[in-house]
């Protein structure tokens, strides 16, 4: 196989270890920085434990591009992604750009048409409106 083809996300072609590796959404990642920079400032007498730049700007990104503040959110949007038989990357996508429509789902992350799964255009759109649904009641 060459090497386009073994990356071709259209396919879910991504690699073995992108495929098995957890992915986290941006809210997801917002929710750990945001506690562990709590953590940090709990314990600021301490001059060694000074958040770096390199954390500060990732927190200001991830909190910026989450589309999910809500913890209880959080976990519904992965639950409900979940329940669809979504690849790690899929899930992830989704749960980061929201799209609104199934044309949108399907030029975002075209695999979830392409693999022999039962994710017809219906149930593309009840999923979506149950994202819509948690986003609408955050």
Known sequence: MSLEEEENAAELK??????????????EV???LEHKYEQIQQMSDDPSNQVSQV?????QYVKRFSRYKNPDAVRQVREILSRYQLAEFELCVLGNLCPETVEEAIAMVPSIKNRGRMLDE???????NDLSLIKKFE
């Open 122 to 128: 219906e149930a593309i759109e009840k999923m979506l």
């Open 55 to 59: 954390f500060e700007k990732s927190l």
């Open 30 to 32: 917002s929710l750990i």
């Open 14 to 27: 991504i690699g073995d270890e992108f495929l098995k590796a957890k992915c986290l959404m941006n809210s």
